[in-house]
């Protein structure tokens, strides 16, 4: 796999900085139960990468001493770490907001057949990948049979509440492109994805999250491979939007990765950019138990166009829409 890194360091990026820290995105593990072709961690059923329950002891005391809100689990697939089930029980008893960035075919692997009840039981918010609505397209992407065990798992979900009104059980489903190219707007696609998956299977969920590819990883690689990496940055860097600069994810986000080291962001955080302007060494979340990072200086690179092309992008899916849920 061709490493991006090189092609993205240098960068005329605007300077950035913290606001408070309000959500902590943690990554449990690189093992995933796919092999996703857009995949910006390049994970998968060989990896053995995962956070021990140390790590994780630290992950709430942090949360605590901090104040932070919002616990966000990534990976890899972080329901197959074997402390998730353990986090998840301690962070909900804390009154934290958890969510699980839940790619839906786990919830029927074998030893998760119990997956979906645990995760209604400790009201987490669920965040599951589901790039279309279409087989062919999700299948294209992410495997061969993947639309089907996808609606398999979101059916369980509904089963439990998921995505009912009045429920408390927020499920939102994550689109992403196909290739290089922006994605649509997204309010008119989630409208689709409600239209077509409660027609077509019977499906209901909260919110369509819309995220750009970040050209790193698995999905930079494919682009240097067929010629289209500086085309793509060239496309990211046109649509740039200066008013995305005050809601960009990682000014109230910090990103912890399995082994407790703390990024700007996730995308950062595959890159190995330590947290921060500076180029210092990497800083491990229990050094940060009694450090305000508010105003600090954010670390960028070419890939941050990504997340301010267009309509902008985050975790929480296109940033004029998160921005417009925050003023209500």
């Not at 994970?43 to 992950?59: C, H, I, K, V, Y």
């Not at 402390?83 to 074998?110: K, M, W, Y």
């Not at 969920?205 to 240097?224: C, D, E, K, T, Y």
């Not at 289209?228 to 912890?256: T, W």
């Amino acid at each position: 796999m061709r490493d991006t890194f090189p092609l993205l360091v240098k960068t005329d990026f605007p300077p950035l900085y913290r606001d408070r820290t309000d959500t902590v995105q943690a990554n449990l593990g690189y093992r995933c139960n796919q092999s996703c072709t857009h995949c910006h961690v390049a994970a998968g059923p060989q990896r053995t990468e995962e956070m021990n329950w140390e790590t994780m002891d630290l992950l709430l005391r942090y949360l605590t001493s901090h104040q932070v809100a919002t616990l966000d689990l990534t990976g890899g697939a972080p329901e197959l770490n074997p402390h998730f089930r353990a986090l998840v029980t301690r962070a909900h008893s804390q009154g934290i907001r958890v969510i699980d960035r839940c790619n839906l075919t786990i919830l029927n692997e074998p030893g998760q057949e119990d997956l979906a009840t645990f995760l209604a039981d400790h009201t987490v918010e669920i965040t599951a990948s589901l790039p279309c609505y279409l087989e062919e397209n999700v299948d294209q992407q992410r495997g061969k049979g993947v639309f089907e065990s996808s609606l398999a798992g979101l059916r369980q979900l509904n089963a439990q509440g998921y995505g009912r009104p009045g429920s408390g059980l927020a499920l939102n489903l994550v689109y992403n492109p196909l290739g290089p190219v922006l994605p649509p707007e997204q309010a008119g696609l989630e409208a689709a994805y409600k239209h077509e998956l409660a027609t077509r299977y019977g499906i209901i969920f909260n919110r369509v999250l819309v995220l750009a590819n970040m050209p790193i990883q698995r999905f930079g690689s494919q682009l240097v491979s067929k010629g289209q990496f500086a085309p793509y940055l060239d496309l990211l860097k046109s649509a740039h939007r200066g008013e995305n600069l005050d809601v960009v994810m990682c000014r109230n986000l910090i990103s912890v990765d399995w082994q407790g080291y703390v990024y700007d962001c996730d995308f950062n955080q595959m890159l190995q950019l330590p947290l921060g302007a500076s180029r210092a060494g990497r800083i491990h979340l229990g050094e940060l138990l009694n450090c305000d990072l508010t105003g600090a200086r954010i670390r960028v690179a070419d890939h941050c166009y990504g997340c301010t092309a267009g309509q902008g992008s985050s975790c929480g899916g296109a940033l004029a829409a998160a921005t417009a849920r925050r003023a209500a």
